[in-house]
């Protein structure tokens, strides 16, 4: 059973404090992703990475950053956190290929005040 | 460039009822097709996909035809439970570019019993 797993579950943090959101996966996959969920939006995609020691900007990588220092750990991390970046986070993992499915995290809810 | 469009946002039914979810998607060439669905406090998981023109994608009762002709992947269920109560995302991945998911708005479904 594909297996990726997201910490913290949940997080409050400071305006202009540092988060950092971990994700591990234990399915071998080349491929993982950041994406940030919110009412009227949607899935997002913030950040992506082939492999390790690769990291690629998605659709909305402002204000974010992304490093993947091994094939099963991938970490969003944020410099300096704003309101506007309360949401919830999705990490995810998958193969290579356009028929590839892709195995999500459990999430990982942020509240920056 | 590629896009998926669900018309609806949010859809409210009793158990028993027909369900359609309208997915309509715009690409080149020749993408693979998604349903994913993500229960409350979960991540999405895959439902089931398609690769080819009239391909039919089904599981749990659920079901959706690749049709190129009308560029549609629509999602029905003929008979819903309270239990299917969730958010629907139709995506599209396509030939070439192996990384990315292009993603719907999502649809919530509400049965009532």
């Known amino acids: 059973e594909a297996a990726v797993t997201q910490s913290p579950r949940n997080k409050v943090a400071v305006t202009g404090g540092k988060v950092t959101l971990s994700c591990n996966q234990t399915?071998?996959?080349?491929?993982m992703y950041w994406y940030r969920q919110d009412t009227g939006h949607g899935l997002r995609l913030i950040h992506y990475?082939?492999?390790?020691?690769?990291?690629e900007k998605g659709d909305i990588p402002d204000g974010y950053k992304a490093s993947r220092p091994s094939q099963e750990n991938f970490s969003l991390i944020l410099e300096l956190a704003t309101p506007s970046q309360t949401s919830v986070y999705f990490c995810?993992?998958?193969?290579?290929?356009?028929?590839?499915?892709?195995?999500f995290g459990e999430g990982s809810k942020l509240t920056v005040l | 460039g590629d896009s998926v469009t669900q018309t609806e946002g949010q859809v409210a039914l009793s158990e028993e009822d027909f369900l359609t979810i309208h997915c309509n998607y715009s690409?080149?060439?020749?993408?693979?097709l998604f349903w994913y669905v993500q229960y409350p406090g979960e991540g999405p998981q895959l439902l089931f996909r398609?690769?080819?023109d009239k391909e039919k994608g089904s599981s749990r009762g659920f079901e959706a035809t690749y049709d190129k002709g009308t560029t549609s992947f629509h999602l029905r269920k003929a008979s819903v439970q309270e239990s299917d109560s969730a958010v629907y995302y139709c995506?599209?991945?396509?030939?070439?570019?192996?990384?990315?998911?292009?993603w719907g708005l999502g649809t919530s479904l509400v049965v009532n019993p």
């Open positions: 690409a080149s060439g020749y993408p693979t």
């Open positions: 995506a599209l991945r396509n030939v070439g570019d192996n990384s990315k998911l292009i």
């Open positions: 399915n071998n996959h080349n491929n």
């Open positions: 995810a993992s998958g193969l290579t290929g356009n028929t590839g499915q892709l195995y």
């Open positions: 398609a690769s080819r």
């Open positions: 990475s082939y492999g390790a020691g690769s990291t």
